[in-house]
């Protein structure tokens, strides 16, 4: 019988944070998040400025964000398949981005 790997929320939310801290941060104006609290907090705030410029997306960093926000409330695995999720909404932030880049 093929072993199973367990699930590993703490590298999943390491590389959740290296993947889209930097690009969060530049559009919340602020310094790159380094805990998944302040991440939350940034994408809410980045959700509220791509929604004033008009950039599509703001939805999903607000669905990630209530994703994230539940990590703490759950075991391992739960807390692996919301950051899993979440990832899946933040897939785009690179070209959301670039595209708030260029609006300024």
Known sequence: M???????AAAAESKLLSNH??????VAGEAPA??????????RLASIVFAGVYIRGS??????ANLLAQV???????R???????ADHLRD?????EEYRLAL
């Open 2 to 8: 093929p072993k199973t790997e367990r699930p590993d």
């Open 21 to 26: 801290a930097d690009d969060i941060a530049f």
């Open 34 to 43: 380094t805990t998944l609290e302040e991440f939350v907090r940034q994408l």
């Open 59 to 64: 939805a999903d960093l607000d669905a990630a």
């Open 72 to 78: 703490g409330y759950g075991g391992e695995a739960q």
């Open 80 to 86: 692996y398949v919301l950051l899993t999720h979440a």
């Open 93 to 97: 932030v690179g070209d959301l981005t």
